[in-house]
């Protein structure tokens, strides 16, 4: 059994990566992209975040989220996501009873400060670049790049090119 201790802290700003069974490609499907989507506004609707980026890929997903003040529980919201997401689908279970539509666990880091924030937040943008799907992220449908961009956090055109803050990162 594993030992591994989630950080909650209420109010906390943190990056996750969900990712789907044996990672299949099942999320740039169109249906399942609404599925995912609408997942996410329900959850949102019964317990608030703020989620401040998000790119959503083939087979996971990275985001950041910050926490209202006096909650810290991502758990139960990344429950309710994977459910919505799954009720209704086709597909095997496994002896849990569980449908294989999404890997058991999912990862998270609390962001320390400004400077690891932007890290993550750079990750999550050029993820479509780094893994061969566009050559810009502005290129890429699917994550809050545009809204960035239109925020002033980003020039259209950044990611063409490895961004330096990216370092020593392999998140995947």
Same mark, same amino acid.
Request: hydrophobic content about 35%; glycine content about 8%; some cysteine.
């Given at each position: 059994?594993?030992e ?54 083939p087979d ?7 926490? =209202?003040?006096?909650d810290?529980?991502? /758990?139960? $919201?990344?429950?309710?996501?994977k459910?919505?997401f !799954?009720? %209704? ?15 058991r ?20 943008h ?6 061969g799907?566009?050559?810009? =992220? ?5 994550? /809050?790049? $545009?809204q ?6 980003y !020039?259209? %055109? ?15």
């Open positions: 059994m594993s591994y201790r989630r950080l909650y802290q209420p109010g906390g700003c943190y990056f996750f990566t969900i990712v789907t069974h044996q990672r299949a490609n099942i999320l740039f499907l169109p249906d399942n992209l609404t599925r995912l989507k609408s997942a996410f506004d329900k959850v949102k609707g019964k317990y608030p975040l703020t989620m401040e980026a998000f790119v959503i890929l996971h997903v990275h985001c950041i989220w910050s926490m =209202p003040s006096g810290s529980d991502f /758990s139960v $919201r990344w429950r309710l996501i459910s919505y !799954s009720a %209704g689908l086709n597909h095997p279970v496994n002896r849990r009873g569980e449908k294989e539509i999404w890997q666990r999912f990862w998270e880091h609390l962001l320390r400060d400004e400077e690891d924030w932007r890290r993550h937040m750079d990750y999550i050029y993820n479509p670049v780094k893994h799907y566009v050559q810009n =992220p502005w290129d890429w449908p699917h994550s /809050s790049f $545009r960035a961009v239109g925020e002033g956090l !020039s259209p %055109g950044w990611g063409a090119l490895t961004p330096g803050t990216l370092s020593g990162m392999d998140l995947e």
